[in-house]
């Protein structure tokens, strides 16, 4: 996984090459992975200045090649064909083990002028220097690869993501990988998309292997269950553990060897002759005894378990029963979420589920990694629990789509309807949505067009299609989120007052964690749960702590989670409590800047004045920082350890 994430800009890179070109390997200037790839490259003669030929096979070849990938290319090539479709303007590849290019789909890049990433290529480290397939391959795990850290293209006009796919036995069938504009301000979807992609696939094979055996899903959110970040379990009649995917490995934070062969009433907590009658051919879902309680299961009969698709929709025809362990399991998708949070927070929470099985809209606001999208499915799965069938979840980020294609997604359109639709059409995801809820993630990104043909629906409850004079009736609840001031864009004029009131019905403001109340305590609870997913028993220092709950966390909880659980699992194993001088450099900077500090001796966030004045100082702050970096705002950003959004959004101006 990249890592120095906060040190991949642009003018470090600059750095980086120019002391390349003075013979130096900046590897501190670099993130791990790419040092790594960079010395390798180094090592096989290759410079900035290489001109490489690439291997290419020939039509015969590549059929051959193909004909030997058919495995791979069967599996994968409608998944990535659908999102080659979504994702109009990147680039998608289909690669075998050694990196040849099998098949590529949507747009073709152009690198240099010469090199047109076709199929039949390889992209191999020895002639093509870093790129994002080859280390995909080399590092067995996903990667990010920005346009200038491509050794040989400095000046690469694109990124690109890759993550390889491992069948059950763990072997390497190919990878899959995502070029895109290097310009882009978010590379990190692609990365999480990609990392989506061979999720789904490799839970089809795990399907496809285990499909008469009892598997066991595993994961830390109920709401998450059924998605591709799930861990499973493969067991037989008898009870004992077949196989353990990687990812249930880490949630239940032990080697896959050391589980294999035993038996799975110990993750279980109760007998499983009993468990196999409570189950009678349904899907039961528990807490798991091990890892403290903190995780839940579901354990499905054969053929029962039925693969996430790629937007983690909810799966229709699982008929789910709360079984065993009452104490730990929790009761509903909502309530499991909302146990610790503020109790007016937890008030809304539950007054937004009430409205939504009421037909009525929910709008989330909140800084980016509150929890946004997480509210949204407990919220989805909760109307399962109590009002029968949920339906299928469908979310739509319409910040990650181009504009023109936002409208042919939501609403689908006739065959025909342009240059490259499908053959029959596309009914759109609110079609797609029928009888279960549509997520509209980061509504205030909608262009203004857009916005009055979405409460033209929303009001008529018919849709018609780009290009069809079709009506098709909707019938599907409405949950939009945002990280906007959705109301200050409706002042601004950047946001249609009355469809923002069509989608107002109730309104929850998740809080940016910089204004919990007790965060120190939060920060104890979830490095106390963290500790006990990772059967570790690390103290965690109280000054830390107290740093910690100083700092501003601009990526909230998504931010904090990853901050506390690469400290936990990187600590030395014989650390027994956790100081601020052993964490990361880059921690100790970040907790020690000057956001944390004016922190420390600003007033108590309770406070409505106190809260201003925090705010104008950051911002006064933040301005200084920028002025300093002669405007360029990913120095500034980078400076104060914030993202070029969160910087964007904290001055008020526009990126
Ligand atoms: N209350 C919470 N406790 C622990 N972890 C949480 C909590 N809320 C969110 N998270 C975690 O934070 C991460 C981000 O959550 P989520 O994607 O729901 O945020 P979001 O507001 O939709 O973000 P974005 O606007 O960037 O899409 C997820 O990994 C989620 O599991």
Request: proline share 5%.
């Amino acid at each position: 996984m990249p890592t120095k994430a906060a040190l991949r800009t642009s003018d470090v890179m600059r750095q980086a090459h120019a002391r390349l070109r003075r013979g130096q390997l900046p590897v501190d200037l670099l993130d791990a992975t790419i040092g790594r790839s960079w010395q390798r490259c180094l090592e096989h003669g290759l410079t900035p200045g290489s001109r490489p030929e690439l291997p290419r096979l020939s039509g015969g070849e590549l059929r051959d090649r193909r004909d030997a990938h058919r495995r791979l290319i069967e599996l994968a090539d409608p998944l990535v064909r659908r999102v080659a479709d979504d994702l109009r303007g990147c680039q998608l590849l289909l690669a075998g083990p050694d990196a040849t290019v099998l098949k590529s789909y949507g747009r073709r890049f152009v690198i240099n002028d010469r090199f047109c990433i076709a199929p039949g290529i390889n992209l191999d480290e020895r002639w093509f220097g870093t790129n994002a397939p080859a280390l995909a391959v080399i590092e067995r795990a996903p990667v990010l690869v920005k346009s200038s850290e491509h050794l040989l293209f400095p000046d690469n006009p694109v990124s690109c993501v890759a993550a390889p796919l491992f069948d059950v036995g763990g072997d390497c069938l190919g990878l899959i990988d995502l070029t895109f504009a290097a310009d882009h301000p978010r590379p990190e979807i692609f990365l999480r998309r990609v990392q989506q992609l061979t999720g789904a696939l490799e839970q089809q094979l795990f399907r496809a292997h285990y499909q008469q055996r009892w598997v066991l899903q595993v994961h830390a959110s109920l709401a998450e269950l059924d998605g591709v970040a799930c861990g499973l379990v493969a067991i037989n009649d008898a009870g004992l553990i077949l196989a353990v995917d990687p990812q249930a490995a880490q949630w239940l934070g032990r080697e896959a060897a050391t589980l294999i062969g035993q038996s799975i009433e110990a993750l279980l907590g109760s007998a499983w002759g009993e468990m196999r009658r409570q189950c009678e051919g349904r899907s039961a879902l528990l807490g798991l005894d091990l890892a403290g309680g903190q995780l839940v299961g579901r354990l499905n009969p054969p053929e029962a378990w039925q693969p996430a698709t790629l937007e983690g929709e909810a799966r229709e025809g699982t008929s789910v029963s709360v079984a065993t362990k009452p104490r730990s399991a929790p009761e509903q998708p909502l309530e499991a979420l909302v146990v610790a949070w503020p109790e007016a927070l937890a008030r809304e929470a539950r007054r937004a589920s009430r409205a939504l099985a009421a037909g009525l809209p929910v709008l989330l606001q909140g800084e980016t990694g509150t929890g946004k999208e997480q509210l949204a499915r407990a919220l989805h799965a909760g109307l399962g629990g109590v009002h029968g069938k949920a339906g299928p979840f469908v979310a739509l980020n319409c910040a990650a789509l181009p504009e023109s294609l936002i409208e042919a997604e939501l609403f689908g359109y006739g065959e025909g309807a342009f240059t490259g639709a499908r053959k029959g059409g596309y009914g759109g995801r609110l079609v797609q949505a029928n009888g279960g809820t549509l997520l509209l993630d980061e509504i205030g990104d909608m262009p203004l067009a857009l916005q009055a043909r979405l409460l033209r629906v929303l009001q008529e409850r018919v849709v018609t299609p780009l290009g069809d004079h079709r009506e098709v009736p909707i019938d599907c609840r409405v949950i939009a989120a945002s990280h906007r001031d959705l109301e200050a864009r409706v002042a601004a004029g950047d946001f249609r007052e009355d469809l923002f009131y069509r989608l107002a019905g109730v309104v929850v403001e998740l809080p940016a964690l910089s204004q919990q109340h007790q965060l120190a305590e939060t920060i104890r609870r979830r490095w106390a749960a963290l500790c006990r997913r990772h059967r570790r028993e690390l103290a965690l220092d109280e000054a830390l702590c107290e740093r910690l709950a100083a700092y501003d966390w601009p990526g909230n909880w998504r931010e904090l989670e990853h901050c506390l659980e690469v400290a936990l699992v990187g600590a030395e194993p014989e650390l027994g409590c956790l100081t601020l001088e052993v964490l990361s450099p880059r921690w100790q900077r970040k907790l020690a800047g000057p956001a944390s500090a004016e922190r420390v001796a600003a007033t108590p966030a309770s406070d409505a004045g106190g809260d201003q004045a925090l705010r104008d100082l950051e911002q006064a702050h933040m301005r200084r920082t920028l002025e300093a970096h002669d405007g360029n705002v990913t120095a500034a950003a980078r400076a104060l350890g914030v993202s070029r959004s969160t910087l964007y959004r904290r001055l008020g101006a526009e990126p």
